[in-house]
Structures are given as C-alpha cells and as structure tokens.
C-alpha cells in the first residue's frame, strides 16, 4: 500500500485544533485517525477541535479509563485512548469491529498498543513537542497517509499550508 507524509509546525493550541477543524471538513464515515505522540504532545487537543467543528458542545476530554467516549455532532467521532490496554486483544470487548464499521470516524491516541489490529488505511498523525518553541506552545506535526483517501488529505494539506495562517511547513 502507497504511504506519503508530509511535516509542519503548529506554534499553539489554537493551531492544532484548528487542524483538527480543517480535518472535520474532510472526514467521513469510516475514517481512522491515528494520534501518535507523548503525553501532553496534543492529541487530545486535536479530537476537540474536530469535535467541535463536527458540531459536539460538550466536554472533549481522553477517554483514558473509559477507552472511548463518543461525540455526537453532524458526523459521530469515536475517540479512543489505548494507553491502558495491556493487550490488543482486549479492544473487541469494547467493541472494536463494530467501531471500524460503524457510521463515524475513528480518532485512536496510542495506537501502537493495537499491534497487528492496525487498519490498512488510515491517516497517522504525529504530534511532537519542538524543542525550540517554548515547553507548552509549539508542536511538530507529521502527517502520514496510507491508502487512497489519507494520502489524497496529506497532498491537500501540504497544498494548502501556504494559504493557511495556523501552520507552516517543515522542511
């Protein structure tokens, strides 16, 4: 399967909701966002703005005991956090299959804890601190796409970049 990505700079929490707003006007049912980085890198940040650009007026928060919580707005997001999975079999208790062909999209924080149950094709996101922002303000993104409609959201990102004020791109 075909992978491209692309690199930017998000300089702060306005910036990566933002992306997660810019997203929201893209994704559609069945979608896998995949948030990869450390603790406090914004992943959860990123699923408010989405959230909230999907129409949730509610509280976003990680759903880090729950596993998932569940944003209803013009489209469902599934939000998932997988940090306390001990084994990645333990997602179909929670209901996993019915999640992966359900009528929403799926934002899944530590998504390495899945192994082999990774779906195909998904847009990775990479959130990673930058060491030369100040400690709580600036974010590296990558954006990793993998099968036709993740890599068709990273080329329309990387074109876009240069007419959006929220971010600019690395490299």
Known sequence: MYESSWQGFLPDERATEALGGWLAQRVRPGDVLLLYGDLGAGKTTLVRGLA????????????????????????SLYHFDLYRLDDPEEVWDIGWSDYL?????????????LDHLLPEEALTIRLTRDDSATADEGRRVELIGRGEKPLALVKELETACTSLDWIAPLG
């Open 101 to 113: 062909r359900g009528d929403g999209v799926l934002c899944v924080e530590w998504p390495e804890r």
């Open 52 to 75: 909230r650009s999907l129409g949730y007026e509610g509280r976003v928060t990680s759903p880090t005991f729950t596993l998932v919580h569940e944003y209803e707005g013009s489209l």
